[in-house]
Each structure stands twice: as C-alpha cells, then as structure tokens.
C-alpha cells in the first residue's frame, strides 16, 4: 500500500499535477509519524502510512494558508477518514479551491494513542514499532510487547464512523467499508444517564485539570481565525487563568465555534498533556446538530456548514411558547 | 435567603423586545423588577459569550428574546441565532446548568403582555430553583 502510494506520488509531482504533496515520514519517535512536505518525485520514498499518522495534515490548508492555498499552490495531500472530512469541511467553507487540492485517500486503522502504549509499556521507552494484522509490536530496552489494536488505539478511532475519505481524487489501497460505528454514542449516552449534580461534578473534575495551554485548539483542524476569543484582550472576555469557570467557558465556546465543523479525529485528545476527556462535549454538539439539522461536518463539501445555515421551520422546542 | 431576590439578564432584540418592554413600560403592565436589560441590535448579535458571561458574572439567570421568526428586522438575524441557542442549551444541561437559568423567547413589538408574562415566567422559574452557584466566579 505504502508503495503504491509513494508511486503514485512520484507520478504526480513528475507530471506537474500538484507541486507539493503532504503526508506523513517517519518521525524521530516511534509512535509518532511527522507531517513531511514532498516537493519533488525523488523525495517520494520518505512517505508512510502506519497508525502513528495521527497529525491531522489537513490543517497545514488554514493554518498556513498564506504559504500554501494564497499563493494558488496546487497541492496533494494524503488523508485518513477524518483528515478527509477536514478537506470536505475547508472546501464547504471556501478555504481551498477543489481544483487546487488532489486528495488522496489512504485506508485507515486507526491511529495510536501513545498514552496508552506508555501504560501497556509501564513507562518504559518504545524505541521500535511495526504493525501486522490488527497486532501492534513496540520494542525498546527491556520491552517487547505485541498488542491488540482496541488496546492502544485513539478513542476517537474506537468510535469512527468515516475511517476512510468519502471525498477523494485518488484512492490507494482497499477502503474499508464505513460500518457507522454503533458505539459511536456510548460514552456520551453513559454520561447523560448522570443527574444533573453528577454531570456538573464530573465536568468539573474534568475541566479543573485544564492547564490553558491550548495545545487542543492549536492542533484541531477546525479551529483556525485569525485571533482566537481566548487571546482577545480588548474586550477580554475570557479570563486567562485555569480559573475554573473561565476554563469551563472556554471549552463550551470553543465547542460551540467547532459544532458542526467538528470532524471528531480525537486531535485533542491525544494532544492534550492532562489526558482530558474532551470529545464528550464534541459528540454532544455533533449528535445535536444531526439530530435537529441533518448535517454531519465533512460528507459532502457542496452542503453548506450547518451553523451558516437555516430552514424556517425548524424544530424550536427550547424556546419559550 | 428568604429575601433573595433573583437577578436576571434580558438580552432584547432592538426592533422587537426592546420595544415590547417599552410597550410594556407606557401600559403600566406590571412585572417583576428583577430583570436587567441590554439591548442589541438583532438576537443574531447575540454570542454564546454574552450568555456565559453573564452567568458567570453572577446572574441568576439569562433571557434572550428577539424577533418572532419571520419577523426579524435583518430578515434572517434570528434564524441564525436560533441555530445557535439549538446547540447552546443542550450543552449546557449537559454540564449541569439548570434549564431554566438560561431561556429563550421571541416578543414584538406588539406584545407588551406578553412580555411582561414572559418575564414574570422566567423570574418565577428562576426564584424555584435559587440562587446560581454554578460557573459563577468566586461562587
């Protein structure tokens, strides 16, 4: 699969159809796969594909748009499921122009959460890693451990109901069929079951362990204005300490900018140092949007993002007779 | 505790509410005095940030009110803004706030009684389940 791809790369930065491709190299640290940018055919064989491919190389489309989309780059880019639906959401929203991308689609398994490897590993450094079969093998001084795919995956991935592009130009390798995950509301559902006063308290619990260093919002494919409400001063809304209630409130915010944009790739998550639980708020605001507009984010790139959107007459329960 | 009385936040739309509330006002319509007006232009105008800022700064409550649907003076202000509120409100019932801290209601212009209605709805609702304590600073 992975020669496939790298060939198909090589044909098409040869050819002159994109002149930058971006995918995923093998990083300095074994779980972890690093975006790479290929700018000419040669340069194609530092291309992989494996679970550590968890960064989101979407993103690189808003968060350095200057470099790459303003200046009319015609641009591949590699996508598991989730990073497709990224694509799907930037060309709904006119961050990118369909006929300067060249999506290529790559079958995903999921992708690692390396916390819970460091777990399975009891601390102890991973130094290799391969996989075959659904089997992950990490090896390092001391270890050798072969582990289940449910074990050391993202949450996220556990869940996936798109692992693979709906929307593409290429497809390498075999898709595998999009199965809607049923568990996809589970934990959701689990935490619904609470009182109020539990909910409130498990948030809390959750949501004090916040540092602020916004590692969340910096590496999730949706969050890209300019200036985020957080780093506003003047008005500051939000203060900028882990004061609890401020904390809280710039989760909820930035979960509202993200409803119905947001594409569920468990990004925060694994970028989060405190390991918080944040995609129960995502998956809250996703299942609503769905539930009362139809839309899910990044299916189809010729519907318009639901929260830019309204029909007439649309269920309003929640407002006062 | 059995002298408290309820401070809430009305968020009113200029073109409907807000003139509601003056309708109200020239009726001599009485109402509980416990509400806080900001006028704004278009419930669309209205951030979720108004909202969580105004719970947080320690009001017991909030109200956004703007133009019927149809009826916005934007054509669609309200539209937007009631997408918005769809996906607001269940988040945060699901953090635990109370649905009655945080209600929504469309008022015209038109409507002095029923917005004086409205309000005496929302602070009774308010004064049942007490004082907020959560997302308040410093609570």
Known sequence: ?321 | MKDWQPRILAILCNWCSYAGADLAGVSRIQYPPNIRVVRIPCSGRVDPLFIMKGLQSGFDGVLVSGCHPGDCHYLSGNFVARRRFAVLKPLLEMIGIEPERVQFSWISAGEGERFAQVMTKVTNDIKKIGPARRLVKGA
């Open chain 1, 1 to 321: 699969m992975v020669n496939e791809l790298r060939e198909k790369v090589k044909k098409l930065l040869a050819g002159g159809e994109v002149e930058l491709v971006i995918g995923w190299e093998k990083g300095s640290r074994a779980l972890a796969a690093t975006p790479v940018f290929i700018d000419s055919p040669k340069e194609a064989d530092r291309l992989i594909f494996d679970s550590t491919c968890g960064n989101n190389p979407a993103v690189y489309f808003t968060k350095d748009s200057r470099r790459l989309v303003k200046a009319g780059k015609k641009i591949g880019v590699v996508v598991k499921g989730c990073d497709a639906r990224s694509m799907s959401l930037y060309l709904a929203e006119k961050q990118v122009k369909r006929e300067n991308v060249v999506i290529i689609g790559v079958p995903c398994r999921g992708v690692i959460d390396t916390d819970k490897v460091a777990e399975a590993a009891g601390g102890r450094e991973v130094l290799e890693y391969s996989e075959q079969d659904g089997k992950m093998t990490v090896r390092g001084k001391d270890l050798d451990l072969t582990l289940d795919a449910n074990e050391v995956l993202s949450n996220s991935c556990l869940t996936c109901v798109y692992p693979d592009a709906r929307e593409y130009d290429i497809f390498i390798g075999k898709a595998r069929d999009g199965e809607p995950g049923k568990e996809q509301n589970a934990a959701l559902d689990e935490f619904e079951k609470l009182s109020p006063e539990e909910r409130w308290e498990k948030m809390t619990e959750i949501y004090s362990r916040c540092i602020r260093c916004y590692a969340c919002r910096n590496v999730c494919p949706s969050c890209y204005c300019n200036e985020c409400f957080v780093d506003q001063n003047d008005p500051q809304w939000v203060g900028k300490t882990p004061e609890i209630t401020d904390t809280m409130i710039f989760h909820i915010i930035r979960n509202l900018h993200v409803a119905g944009r947001c594409v569920e790739c468990g990004a925060c998550e694994r970028a989060c140092p405190m390991g918080l639980e944040l995609l129960l708020l995502n998956r809250k605001a996703a299942r609503e949007v769905e539930e009362r507009f139809g839309y899910v984010t990044g299916i189809d790139s010729g519907e318009k993002p639901a929260m830019a959107d309204f029909r007439e007459d649309e269920k309003q329960d929640f407002i006062m007779g």
